[in-house]
């Protein structure tokens, strides 16, 4: 859709143009997604056609924006629709808008903030419109900044949780005197994502047991210790 179009003819002849014509979009039938690094190409057929580019890779606990457009079924951004969206992720622990935002000239602009590292993080509009889910993207992990600590009875270790509580939950663990038993180290970033890359050398210390001992000190591999 756009103004100043014309026809013209291909003839022996001399051939005048048309005058001008504006082509406006259809109403309003789908959403699409534009995520950083990506563009939109309006007037074709596919959404293959129409959002083009690959998603930047985000760091864990940076925000970004995405764009929800209301087009109609060749791609044109319907700048009459005005209603309104929700936008989610599959990333259960990051922060996005709790409220729907509403469409100016049929784009509605969200920022959020993924925390937890991975390759296949997606954003999700909800309208009335037919949604489309937005493209893939990848989240790296922040700087290594923390060691956390697992006892045999902890949980897993949740990557990308906001708070110490919710990446890790401890189990009461009793064991008999000079029985040997496992320690896991992760190297983590502030999301308490796993940082592969780093080789620090961790060395362990007991409060309250003067005579325990262990293997260490024992060198990270993939961000992970064990004693």
Not at 66 to 87: C, I, Q, R
């Amino acid at each position: 859709a756009s103004a100043g179009q014309t026809v013209t003819t291909s003839t022996y002849y001399t051939d005048l143009a048309s005058g001008t014509f504006t082509v406006v979009p259809a109403p309003a039938t789908q959403t699409i997604t534009i995520l950083p690094g990506q563009l939109h190409t309006p007037g074709v057929t596919t959404y293959g056609a129409a959002v083009t580019g690959v998603p930047f890779t985000q760091t864990a606990g940076a925000g970004l924006v995405a764009e929800v457009k209301a087009v109609d079924d060749y791609f044109n951004t319907v700048t009459s629709y005005t209603g309104s969206v929700s936008l989610t992720t599959n990333d259960s622990n990051d922060t996005h808008p709790s409220t729907p935002n509403v469409f100016t000239a049929g784009v509605a602009s969200f920022t959020a903030t993924p925390t937890t590292k991975g390759t296949t993080h997606n954003m999700i509009p909800s309208t009335g419109l037919t949604d489309t889910v937005s493209d893939n993207f990848s989240v790296d992990p922040g700087t290594a900044s923390q060691v956390i600590l697992f006892l045999p009875n902890d949980s897993a270790l949740n990557e990308g949780a906001q708070s110490l509580a919710a990446a890790r939950t401890t189990g009461a663990y009793n064991i008999n005197a000079a029985t040997n038993f496992n320690i896991n180290a992760y190297i983590v970033d502030s999301y308490f994502n796993i940082v592969d890359d780093d080789t620090t050398q961790v060395t362990l210390g007991f409060f309250g047991d003067n005579y325990a001992t262990d293997n260490g000190p024992s060198t990270v591999t993939d961000g992970y210790a064990q004693f």
